[in-house]
């Protein structure tokens, strides 16, 4: 077996993950039909929504909550239990 | 050690990020996140073939702590190698939690979580529940309810029901291991937190079964995982409690529980359950609620 | 130097026990009770200081938290049999896979069914596929020597591979010989400290063991090259070896191959035995000499052929059966016999399954058959020691 043909990468050919949260970068958002808006007016800051996220996709700030459009699935669950209606679905491409 | 009050107290740095390939609305991808929060990144999570173990995809991780994968059935097994690892060099305050599906602990992983747990080692084991074999496509596991639909016990003429057979007890199980057990839910957030907040400092095994909402398997468009979460909760058939030293401790009490039926009417793998069906299911629901009423503050296990 | 007469079980203990490994995870099988009862008994009396003796309750959990100690960077030993290292097979992928230099002392015993207590070789060479280095102790004193070397070998960031170190169950591991037990000083100098770049530290969050997708194919290659550089490093180790405890071992062990026109190729205790007959052999005139396979994996195939490659007739012994096949390492020597210009007889023995003892008169029979299998120009692949039942 020609294995002299192999290089040995040492460290970097053994499978583990070094960077944490390296999926951040990776893009979800083709997986949406729908995507939340927020409503500043309406929000309460009651971080219901932030809280919820399955994918992390709400930043907290100051104002409210914040959508990242790269890693949102579109799941609806801030806009189902958003309680002031601060959140609405529209369609993706609208 | 923490006490949250409300969704306010929250942390709100997290160690878990968005870019993973869990479904949209994913329960126990939720609970991951939550749990992260209060757990901080000096922790390994040791996870168990799953629906989770697909949450790093190389070189992709969306978390910002160590997370071992080893196998199916050995994850209790691998935390307690890495607790003592830890521990002989000094890292004693680095948490080493489980984070597993039903399948791999009720069934596979059964004999390592238990001898773990009677061993006592200083780990969390957190069981994502969605009562199935999830990642495999939604097989029964003992974790499955009765009546629950799934493709190794799927409604048929000579069996309507899907799956006829009664779960086992396992918080009692664990309960009897002298250890912390606790159930938990995504729509009760701050006590889920409060459990695992008083579960690090123990100097012990604790035990947290969280309802892991599934939206592909239990056939529910994945908006309503919360809901989903608080209704099992409110009619019985999710109830929130601990057992320590034997004894119960019924987190969230109510006068009156819900029936079933709306629940049932929301997911897919109930909705065809014949009328017996849910009547024996209703019958199942109401016997455990009041034994946890009779037993509550009391020894129970 | 003084000599201490120890079972094979208490050799391997000595071994992790001047490692200082940090980890030990155990559960009991006959016949590596002896070994790890021996750690308990150290560990109670505050002679392992810093390790943790770890009762699990079955082997594949003894595995699986070796797997979670190494992850974090912990030196492991353990030890098992038989049945036992079944039950771990899955997971001595996973170690391999992880590239965590954890070193297990595995004590060989017959596989059921049926039952037996007693040694053959089918449990250990079962694991060939795993990834593992596999090392093949001839007596206690190799036992010993070989569990030392196995971390030095096995933690070289050239390979990072767990490894095994084998015995014959009842032969070496009950039975007391005399070795020589090294100092602590002498195995510090041997042996530096294990620092690895590849596992959890604080603040060095690592997800360990992801799935991959098409890169899975560039991780197993690494693995077949670390264990092939393992060739590289253990030459260089037996350099050191001998320099700090005056032992010299080789990549296979020749013995009286110079002139030889026959050689057995045996693995494990029988070597002994098969030296004993051959010596009385060579007196009567016969041009008989034996090679000792020591190290199964990675395989030495260089030193195999240039030991063989002046042999008129080999017999390969093989204290194992692949059932519907034959003898496990028959079909490797001739392998690496293959593209030799003069093609040697090469036959087959299947002995000792179940403990059968390999005896002088029993080595001088397959020695004879050999003899006729090349005036006949003939090899054969039989079982040689089917007693009447």
Same mark, same amino acid.
């Given at each position: ?43 309460? &800051? ?49 | 050690?923490? %006490? ?190 409060? &459990? ?62 819900? $029936? ?42 | ?140 004193? %190799? ?11 096995? %933690? ?21 010989? $005399? ?9 510090? %100098? ?200």
């Amino acid at each position: 077996m020609r294995e002299e043909a192999i290089p040995y990468k040492g460290i970097e050919g053994i499978p583990i993950i070094r960077e944490p949260g390296s999926a951040a970068k990776v893009n979800r958002g083709s997986w949406r039909l729908v995507r939340p808006v927020h409503h500043s007016e309406k929000c309460t &800051k009651c971080k219901i929504c932030y809280t919820y996220c399955p994918d992390a996709a709400i930043n907290w700030t100051p104002d409210g909550p914040e959508i990242n459009l790269t890693s949102c699935k579109g799941c609806m669950i801030c806009v189902e239990e958003c309680p002031t209606g601060a959140l609405t679905e529209e369609k993706e491409g609208a | 050690m923490q %006490e949250f009050k409300s969704l306010k107290d929250i942390p709100e740095q997290d160690y878990f990020t968005g870019g993973s390939s869990a479904c949209a609305g994913c329960g126990p991808s939720l609970g991951l996140k939550l749990a992260l929060k209060v757990l901080g990144p000096d922790t390994i999570i040791i996870n168990s073939a799953g629906c989770m173990t697909l949450l790093p995809l190389y070189p992709n991780t969306p978390l910002k702590a160590s997370w071992i994968h080893n196998a199916i059935e050995n994850a209790a097994s691998t935390a307690a190698g890495a607790r003592h690892g830890l521990d002989n060099m000094g890292n004693e305050d680095m948490n080493v939690v489980v984070y597993a599906g039903d399948g791999a602990t009720y069934d596979i992983g059964f004999a390592s979580l238990s001898a773990a747990a009677a061993k006592n080692e200083r780990i969390i084991y957190i069981c994502y529940n969605n009562q199935s074999y999830g990642n495999t496509g939604f097989q029964w596991s003992t974790a499955t309810p009765y009546g629950s639909e799934t493709k190794t016990t799927p409604r048929g003429k000579e069996n309507p029901t899907g799956t006829n057979i009664v779960n086992k007890d396992m918080l009692k199980i664990m309960g009897a291991h002298r250890v912390y057990a606790a159930t938990a839910s995504l729509a009760y957030p701050v006590d889920f937190l409060n &459990k695992l907040s008083r579960a690090k400092e123990r100097d012990g095994f604790s035990y947290i079964e969280l309802l892991g909402a599934c939206t592909a398997g239990w056939n529910y468009d994945p908006r309503l995982t919360i809901k989903i979460s608080k209704l099992a909760v409110r009619c019985g058939m999710w109830p929130l409690y601990e057992i320590e030293h034997g004894m119960l401790n019924l987190n969230k009490d109510f006068s009156e529980l819900k $029936p079933i039926d709306e629940f049932l009417k929301m997911q897919g793998r109930y909705r065809a359950l014949p009328p017996d069906g849910v009547d024996r299911l209703q019958a199942l629901i109401n016997e455990h609620w009041a034994e946890l009423k009779e037993y509550n503050k009391q020894r129970y296990v | 130097m003084k000599q201490t007469l120890v079972t094979g079980n208490e050799a391997a203990a000595w071994g992790a026990r001047l490692v200082r490994a940090k980890y030990i995870p155990n559960f009991p099988i006959t016949p590596q009770t002896e070994c790890i009862e021996t750690l308990a008994r150290w560990s109670a009396d505050g002679e392992l200081p810093g390790t943790y003796f770890d009762r699990m309750e079955s082997e594949h959990s003894v595995m699986s938290a070796a797997v979670g100690a190494a992850a974090v960077g912990s030196r492991v030993f353990t030890a098992t049999s038989s049945q036992g290292l079944l039950l771990m097979h899955e997971v001595l992928y996973i170690a391999a896979g992880m590239r965590l230099p954890i070193v297990m002392a595995t004590i060989s015993r017959g596989l059921s069914a049926p039952v037996t207590l007693w040694s053959d070789h089918n449990d250990f060479l079962d694991q060939r596929d795993s990834g593992w280095l596999m090392f093949h102790a001839e007596n206690n004193q %190799e036992v010993l020597d070989m569990v030392l070397q196995a971390y030095r070998i096995a %933690e070289d960031p050239r390979v990072l591979l767990p490894a095994m170190v084998n015995m014959d169950g009842y032969v070496l591991s009950f039975t007391d010989e $005399p070795i020589i037990i090294p100092s602590p000083e002498q195995v510090e %100098e041997f042996l530096p400290e294990y620092d690895p770049a590849h596992t959890i530290a604080k603040n060095r969050p690592v997800t360990v063991g992801p799935p991959v997708l098409d890169e899975y194919s560039i991780f197993r290659a690494q693995n077949h090259v670390a264990s092939r550089n393992a060739l590289t490093v253990i030459e260089e180790v037996q350099d050191d070896f001998e320099k700090i405890f005056g032992r010299r071992y080789h990549l296979v062990d020749e013995f009286m191959l110079e002139d030889a026109e026959l050689v057995l190729v045996t693995q494990g205790s029988m070597s002994t035995t098969a030296k004993a007959a051959i010596l009385e052999m060579r007196d009567e005139g016969i041009k008989v000499g034996l090679l000792r396979l020591r190290i199964i994996r990675p395989w030495p195939n260089e030193a195999v052929a240039r030991a063989l490659k002046d042999a008129k007739a080999i017999a390969v012994v093989d204290r194992n059966v692949a059932p519907g096949k034959g003898g496990i390492m028959f079909p490797e020597i001739i392998e690496t016999l293959f593209n030799l210009n003069k093609r040697p007889i090469v036959s087959g023995f299947v002995v000792g399954l179940g403990g059968n003892p390999q005896t002088e008169s029993k080595v001088k029979e397959i020695t004879n058959k050999l003899m006729d299998d090349l005036a006949a120009g003939r090899p054969r692949m039989e079982w040689n020691d089917l007693e009447e039942i």
